[in-house]
């Protein structure tokens, strides 16, 4: 199944949009997305970003490649996980390998998107459960790459009449009570419908 998804981010989270076409195949999916997104700071403002995005059967990374522009230049990433859990990161300058602490999911900083990739994987949208998950974290506009934790908790799970609720904190310090962590709308398939201070789904005109 290939739907269309937007999310927009208001001015003062930075503002910005935010649309990929994602196609699921089991408990995998692939994504091909575009963002511009103002960042406080930056020189000129503003950096858009576009990605590739394939998800494993099992829900684990296959291969992410980014590419990022600012006003200050142009950068590309490619990152790819083996099916044994070797990280292969390439920044055109050479690749380099690693395990990053056992890591299957990765999270694009800004994008909605990347959330789906533990909450699916884990059920989270379905099923009631908390867990520290190892992640794999991309910078923009930088690129830089770095292992972290982060924690997911079932909120709410999922019904005909209401959507699943995901509770999120970086950091990897489990939350007993859901009002400290950033709690995220998610629909049926396990993407985001809306994540407060970073970006909420939205319709597009057509035409």
Do not use: C, K, N
């Not at 997104?37 to 930056?42: A, E, I, S, Y």
């Not at 522009?69 to 390439?90: H, K």
């Not at 970086?170 to 201070?197: E, L």
């Amino acid at each position: 199944m290939a739907i269309m998804l937007s999310w927009r981010s208001e001015p003062d989270t930075g503002g910005g949009l935010e649309s990929a076409r994602i196609t699921t195949a089991g408990g995998g999916f692939r994504a091909v997305g575009r963002m511009i997104r103002g960042v406080p700071g930056l020189p000129g403002g503003v950096l858009t970003a576009s990605y590739r995005l394939v998800v494993a059967g099992d829900g684990s990374l296959s291969r992410l490649a980014v590419d990022v522009a600012t006003a200050g230049g142009e950068q590309q990433l490619t990152i790819s996980r083996s099916t044994d859990g070797v990280w292969l990161v390439d920044d055109g300058s050479g690749g380099t390998r690693g395990e990053f602490h056992g890591a299957r999911d990765v999270d694009l900083a800004f994008s909605p998107v990347f959330d789906a990739l533990p909450i699916r994987r884990l059920g989270l949208h379905r099923d009631r459960g908390e867990h520290v998950v190892p992640m794999v974290v991309v910078d923009l506009p930088t690129l830089r790459v770095e292992a972290t934790e982060q924690v997911y908790r079932t909120v709410r799970a999922g019904t005909a009449a209401e959507p699943a609720v995901v509770g999120f904190e970086a950091g990897g310090v489990s939350a007993q009570a859901a009002g400290t962590m950033t709690q995220m709308t998610v629909d049926d398939d396990g993407f985001v419908i809306d994540y407060p201070g970073l970006a909420a789904r939205t319709e597009l005109p057509a035409g």
